[in-house]
């Protein structure tokens, strides 16, 4: 176990360097500059040139490079061009609301995920696994924009039952801190939906599929011999080797804590990670998105470590494997 974190925590810097490197490139190559985007019906083309020789954008792609990964390696992650704000303090504010909503996503997707897969597998085929079977395929199926649109158009301006867009009400700071956290969640409820039920759906389907290959082993077989009911074998015996794929999954699933969902955290106006990556990619603003994007890295690759290990703390085999 100790042997596979150190390898996997040696491999982080070069990976995220070329994960670095590769954006750092795709963005240079994209035609115009930040200069290019800023609106202002008075500026000169003399402006415009001077706000290049500024940011230093006149230089070789080559240069810029390496001036932005001189600063990376000091820890500074440079300032964004549209605000002038440091990135580091830009994401340090971005990063809780994207926490937040991430977190609430996951924990609707695998609990939800998981009591739709129990229900359906307990009784193949019967009328819960059909119908969960069929809005799991549509629910899978929908385009993620498309979902989170009507969800605003439905619950948010028809019905009126949750707000439809940002993280807290106007106002809010005047709220006591209980009317503060029950604004917060009100707001949290559609973003969160809309990314949690799509999760749900995909891991209903995975893990019932998982469930009625299991309930053939031998060892269930054997449990129900034994006179053990239908429930405990589904819920003891079946339902824990059925889960060692769902936690890769949620291993896999962490990173979405950090870089949050571009669609969702727009639609919602959720100032989040999300929001502000698309912000800056309109902008040009290279600086926050390389900080985004080292942020990304790191959170996928330390996902994929964590999947890894969580997969050997369930199953024992998998700690042998690896010594």
Same mark, same amino acid.
């Given at each position: ?101 991430? &977190?609430?996503?996951?924990? $609707?997707?695998?609990? *939800?995920?998981? #009591? %739709?897969?129990? @229900? !359906?597998?307990?009784?193949?085929? =019967? ?48 709220? &006591?801190?209980?009317?503060? $956290?029950?604004?917060? *969640?009100?707001? #949290? %409820?559609?973003? @969160? !939906?809309?990314?949690?039920?799509? =999760? ?53 699933? $962490? ?6 969902? %571009? ?8 100032? =989040? ?51």
């Amino acid at each position: 176990m100790r042997g596979l974190i150190a390898r996997r925590l040696l491999l982080l810097i070069p990976m995220v360097w070329l994960v670095a490197t590769l954006t750092f490139v795709v963005v240079a190559a994209a035609p115009g500059s930040y200069a290019d985007t800023v609106d202002h019906p008075g500026l000169t083309v003399e402006q415009r040139e001077a706000l290049r020789t500024r940011y230093g954008l006149d230089q070789p792609v080559h240069r810029q490079y390496l001036r932005w990964l001189g600063s990376i390696v000091t820890g500074d992650l440079g300032m964004s061009f549209a605000t002038r704000e440091p990135v580091g303090r830009l994401l340090a504010r971005a990063l809780p609301p994207t926490l937040l909503l991430g &977190t609430a996503a996951l924990l $609707l997707d695998f609990i *939800l995920g998981i #009591l %739709v897969a129990v @229900a !359906a597998a307990r009784h193949p085929r =019967g009328w819960f696994d059909r119908t969960s079977t069929f809005f799991s395929l549509v629910i899978v199926g929908l385009p993620s924009f498309w979902v989170a649109g009507l969800t605003v158009l439905v619950f948010g301006v028809l019905l009126g039952w949750f707000p439809a867009s940002h993280m807290h009400s106007v106002g809010a700071d005047a709220l &006591t801190p209980l009317a503060s $956290l029950a604004d917060l *969640l009100r707001h #949290l %409820v559609l973003p @969160a !939906a809309c990314l949690g039920l799509v =999760g749900a759906a995909g891991t209903a389907r995975y893990l019932r599929s998982t469930l009625l290959d299991i309930r053939g082993e031998r060892y269930i077989l054997a449990a129900r011999a034994r006179g053990i009911s239908d429930r405990r074998v589904l819920w003891i015996h079946t339902l824990r080797p059925a889960l060692l794929p769902v936690v890769t999954l949620l291993g896999l699933s $962490l990173p979405f804590l950090v870089s949050g969902s %571009v669609v969702i955290e727009t639609v919602f106006s959720w100032p =989040g990670v999300g929001l502000a990556l698309l912000q800056a990619a309109h902008a040009r603003d290279i600086p926050v998105i390389m900080g985004i994007t080292l942020i990304g890295a790191v959170a996928v690759l330390i996902g994929s470590l964590a999947a890894d290990v969580l997969y050997a703390v369930v199953d024992p085999r998998a700690r042998e494997d690896g010594a």
